[in-house]
């Protein structure tokens, strides 16, 4: 058992939600591929609250709403100086007059606090267009970070104008290069704008992690780790702030863990010799199952289907180089899906099966692109100098991943970027230091 250093570690998986009422969903219809796509035009209200402490925590979740919404792509957020004067919390808006500065949907938001300490977060969303309320709803919690409130808020607001369903309430897992005097690879975790880093690890220079994959509970990570004599894949658990191995291999290294989608199960790529072939942990009683038998070839970075049935994974089993291919795991039936020229790599598939992202190496560039499991509907989505490790938010909407690229004074550069799965809204989440292997969340709880 290994201990790891946790730097300003927060437990975070701690939110206790006592009510959470959902209305009817009022999509507004939105094309974002179109050319002639608008931003839907929104007066975020913040309401003033009498208690002081009240009124900064407001401040704070006002301006962390208002950056997810600007990162989202689907908004424009209107200057306060253009509010409407002399509206009231929860009263019927002056919609006429909302009118006539264009704007689509009004958003208030109130932040109270009952003498037992807790916070209730109150929002109304109004379609100025049809004069309705299209959504009402009110989230009490006894402890939260602001962050978190905001982060909830703005997913109300996501799924209620769009047809996208939430992703902001989200943590991403990566790894992060936070010394350049002694470079080392550690691993990190942060909110997934990009906000609320925590260094997970704390390795020494010729140590190495890499590879962080979310199980299911957010609250446990897989990571591939090189420790003095040791490759393995090890699994970390935010309640101990420990580490275990996974599972003894003697020695032999094991990369690219991922956690099928009921937690229950972890595949990952396992050197035999001269290959690499895929295998299956059983995490309910630490069984070990190969599930390729390939000899001097490479068979890595596998991703399960929604239901646990399939793999996809890339391989270099035959001339054309590293090419993707999805496995039934009742039969072991193996099946190509990767056509178009290129060497294929990383996929990852989506959380609702619909969808497999992946890398594809062509002509001295790279691509990140999309396809459907049965290998129809190739779409490349972006490119770079470098790019790799895809992850899936978990609406199946946006895509998480890194470039690496030489900047103006020849420095090495790796970031994280998260797109939209439509090709829109490529962002650049910002880190202090280099980052890379990126890994979503799912929501959480």
Known sequence: MFRIFLKNFILFFTLSIIS???????????????????????????IENDNAEIDKDMKAIYKTVKSDLRQAGYFRLINQDAFIRGEKFGRLPLFEAWRQIDVDAIIQIRLDEDDKN????????????????????????????????????????????????????????????????RPSKNLAIMDQDGQNFSQLTDVGKDDLVLSPAFSPNPSTIAFYGKFEDTEEVFIFDYNTGLYNSLYSFNGDMTLAPTFSKDGSKIAMSKQFENDFNLVEINLKNN???????????????PSYNHDGSKLVFSSDRNSQGQQLYVMDLTSKKVKRISFKGGNYSAPTWSPDGKT??????????????TIRPDGTKEKILTSGWFLDSPSWAPNSQRIVYFKTRYDKKGRFVSRLYKIHSSGQFERLVRTVDNASNPNWSGLLE
């Open 356 to 369: 497999i992202a992946f890398v594809k190496a062509k002509k001295n560039v790279f691509y990140l692109g």
């Open 20 to 46: 959470y009422n959902i209305s009817a969903n009022g999509a507004l219809s939105i094309d974002i591929t179109q050319e002639s796509f608008k931003p839907i035009k929104i007066a975020l209200m913040p």
């Open 118 to 181: 807790v916070k209730k977060l109150t929002t109304y969303i109004w379609d100025v267009k049809t004069g309705q309320q299209i959504e009402a709803q009110a989230i009490k919690a006894k402890s939260i970070l602001n962050r978190r409130f905001a982060h909830i808020i703005a997913d109300i607001i996501l799924t209620t104008l769009t047809d996208e369903d939430a992703f902001f309430d989200t943590k991403i897992a990566f790894i992060t290069e936070s010394d350049h005097k």
């Open 287 to 301: 069984r070990f199952k190969r599930l390729t038998h390939n000899k001097n070839l490479i068979d890595i970075s």
